[in-house]
């Protein structure tokens, strides 16, 4: 059973600094063949994709939080990480991390399908 599991949240002011782990049993899901992205829903809202890593290592960010939070892998420790600077009151949410599978047609893309997702971690900013 593939478990995803998020951690790091909490509550900070603004401007401050939060580090986002996701961990899974290699046995079950290894990073290294999956996409990986965080997402976050805050109440009221619809969740969004805020950071991406490809199977190789490519990165993408929501607009919002470019220059801010900065998204890695190590695939040694099967750790997806999302660092997470200069934090605003609008970047109050929960967190999820997501696996996403891949294929490969003219080069290795990310399905979109977001095949598994963590139980999520709550970030809170405060002014």
């Known amino acids: 059973q593939v478990q995803l599991m998020e951690s790091g949240g909490g509550s900070v002011q603004a401007g401050g600094s939060l580090k986002l782990s996701c961990t899974a049993s290699k046995d079950t899901l290894n990073m290294i063949n999956y996409c990986m992205g965080w997402f976050r829903q805050a109440p009221g809202k619809e969740r969004e994709g805020v950071a991406f890593i490809e199977v190789l290592g490519g990165t993408s960010y929501a607009d919002s939080v470019k220059g801010r939070f900065t998204i890695s892998k190590d695939n040694a420790k099967n750790i997806l990480y999302l660092q997470m600077n200069s934090l605003k009151p609008e970047d109050t949410a929960m967190y999820y991390c997501?696996?996403?599978?891949?294929?490969?047609?003219?080069?290795?893309?990310?399905?979109?399908?977001?095949?598994?997702w963590g139980q999520g971690t709550q970030v809170t900013v405060s002014s």
């Open positions: 997501a696996a996403d599978r891949y294929f490969v047609e003219n080069g290795i893309k990310c399905a979109g399908t977001n095949d598994y």
